[in-house]
């Protein structure tokens, strides 16, 4: 090897450890208890007798950055641990958002428990994804709202709405138990299957025989069912033979 051979693998040698010095140097900046002799020396050793080639050089060199790096990355999540010491962090587990039968499950009980002097029914709409909360006084809305998402706390559920009922629920069922017992105690031309009310109080529903029969006699005012609280309708329940001939109510 010639002299200017010599030199030139001299001046890439300092060139590679100077980089690497410069290395070492940043490692320390990051955090000063890492002591500039535990990366150093590595990078000075360099030039024993042996000569190193660079190739070991840059081994040795960069093992020593690394184990550097390794041990600011050790005492930063000592860090943390110790900064957390003693305290005591409880598992975070996401609440699932209600169902929708879960939901109509607590406007019922908020309904019942709370507002049972204007609450009238719940009903669910699983194609639209919520449920309608029926009401005789909506100026009540929002504080059942409020309360209701005390009961479920999580805003990711089922849309509520609000509609109005004709009566509370205990008015409600008291005059549908009235006017089907006078339905049921009479002489009719058709044959009572069932009877039910509608979800928000409006309407008296008659299940008959003969549809045709039963609307001509409940239509006339004659009758006494044309101006009660509840509006009549009726519709086709089918033959006796496979029907129950008790009252079937259905406003609960």
């Given at each position: 090897m010639t002299e200017q051979d010599q030199h030139a693998r001299e001046m890439n040698e300092q060139e590679l450890v100077a980089g690497l010095t410069r290395q070492a140097a940043l490692a320390t900046a990051l955090d000063p208890r890492i002591e500039e002799s535990v990366v150093v020396p590595a990078l000075r050793r360099r030039r024993r007798r042996a000569r190193l080639s660079v190739g070991a050089a840059l081994a040795a060199a960069a093992g020593s950055v690394l184990v550097a790096v390794a041990v600011l990355g050790t005492d930063k999540t000592t860090d943390?641990?110790?900064?957390?010491?003693?305290?005591?962090?409880?598992?975070?587990?996401?609440?699932?958002?209600?169902?929708?039968?879960?939901?109509?499950?607590?406007?019922?009980?908020?309904?019942?428990?709370?507002?049972?002097?204007v609450y009238t029914n719940v009903r669910t709409d699983p194609c639209r994804c919520s449920i309608t909360i029926y009401l005789s006084n909506l100026t009540r809305s929002d504080a059942f709202l409020t309360e209701l998402r005390e009961a479920v706390p999580h805003s990711d559920g089922p849309a509520v709405n609000f509609a109005p009922g004709k009566y509370a629920r205990p008015t409600c069922h008291s005059i549908f138990a009235s006017m089907s017992a006078e339905l049921?105690?009479?002489?009719?031309?058709?044959?009572?299957?069932?009877?039910?009310?509608?979800?928000?109080?409006?309407?008296?529903?008659?299940?008959?025989?003969?549809?045709?029969?039963?609307?001509?006699?409940?239509?006339?005012?004659?009758?006494?069912?044309?101006?009660?609280?509840?509006?009549?309708?009726?519709?086709?329940?089918?033959?006796q033979s496979f029907m129950d001939t008790s009252a079937r109510q259905s406003g609960g």
């Open positions: 943390a641990a110790r900064g957390s010491a003693g305290a005591s962090v409880a598992p975070t587990h996401p609440q699932e958002a209600p169902t929708l039968h879960e939901l109509a499950q607590a406007a019922e009980r908020v309904g019942t428990a709370s507002y049972a002097d049921r105690g009479r002489h009719l031309p058709f044959t009572v299957f069932t009877t039910g009310v509608e979800v928000d109080c409006t309407v008296l529903r008659v299940g008959v025989d003969a549809v045709d029969t039963a609307r001509a006699y409940l239509e006339n005012p004659g009758n006494g069912f044309t101006s009660r609280e509840l509006a009549v309708e009726v519709q086709y329940a089918g033959d």
